[in-house]
């Protein structure tokens, strides 16, 4: 069965940068993107980026451009978010999606998500 | 970016009665190919968002018949035939035709 598992949780200081793994089992991961989402405490979603393991496209939300990096590798994709803030505490979740850009976005399976504190 | 906006926000209901959830778009979500990319989620306290319905009502594996999804264009319905005490959680609309993917505010279900 199809299968996302995140990395555990990290506690940084502003300034700082965090890495979340995504570690996809049960499907073949070069047919499918990857996209990332954010949930603030008590708020909604938001999306933050997607990649491509097929040919590496990325796309990111403007607001975190210059602060995030996608990338993948065997299986696995990363998420990467520098200059941490406050307001960047946040559940991240990696959800498979569409392998191409032109493509329209679906979101079928989610990872159980990584918790990122931004405190001092 | 597309707005998507939701109403109501929070939703009250008894057990064993319908309920439903509006969404809309400034714009029509219908996509190059014809499909139109509006899903909707799920997500339980503490969990992780869950697929119901893609392309608008298209019900995903598992999910159970009193939920169902229509509409068209730039307005969009999710129905839960009668309430469960499971069906308690967070309701998201999300549309994926164009770039960024938005999501509504979410409509929070709870018992009456």
């Known amino acids: 069965q199809v299968q996302l598992v995140q990395s555990g949780t990290e506690v940084k200081k502003p300034g700082a940068s965090v890495t979340v793994s995504c570690k996809a089992a049960?499907?073949?991961?070069?047919?499918?993107?990857v996209s990332w989402v954010r949930q603030a405490p008590g708020q909604g979603l938001e999306w933050v980026g997607w990649?491509?393991?097929?040919?590496?496209d990325t796309k990111i939300v403007q607001r975190l451009q210059g602060r995030v990096t996608l990338t993948t590798s065997t299986s696995t994709a990363y998420m990467e978010l520098n200059s941490l803030r406050s307001d960047d505490t946040a559940v991240y979740y990696c959800?498979?999606?569409?392998?191409?850009?032109?493509?329209?976005?679906?979101?079928?399976?989610w990872g159980q998500g990584t918790l990122v504190t931004v405190s001092s | 970016d597309v707005v998507m906006t939701q109403s109501p926000l929070s939703l009250p209901v008894i057990l064993g009665q319908p309920a439903s959830i509006s969404c809309r778009s400034p714009?029509?979500?219908?996509?190059?190919?014809?499909?139109?990319?509006l899903t909707w989620f799920q997500q339980r306290p503490g969990h992780s968002p869950r697929r119901l319905i893609y392309?608008?009502?298209n019900r995903d594996s598992g999910v159970p018949d009193r939920f169902s999804g229509s509409g068209s264009g730039t307005e969009f319905t999710l129905k839960i035939s009668r309430v469960e005490a499971e069906d308690v959680g967070v309701y998201y609309c999300?549309?994926?035709?164009?770039?960024?993917?938005?999501f509504g505010q979410g409509t929070r279900l709870e018992i009456k």
């Open positions: 959800a498979r999606d569409v392998v191409v850009a032109s493509g329209a976005r679906f979101m079928d399976y």
């Open positions: 049960g499907y073949t991961f070069a047919n499918y993107g």
């Open positions: 990649i491509s393991p097929y040919n590496g």
């Open positions: 714009q029509s979500l219908e996509y190059v190919d014809g499909n139109t990319y």
């Open positions: 392309k608008v009502s």
């Open positions: 999300m549309q994926g035709t164009n770039w960024p993917v938005t």
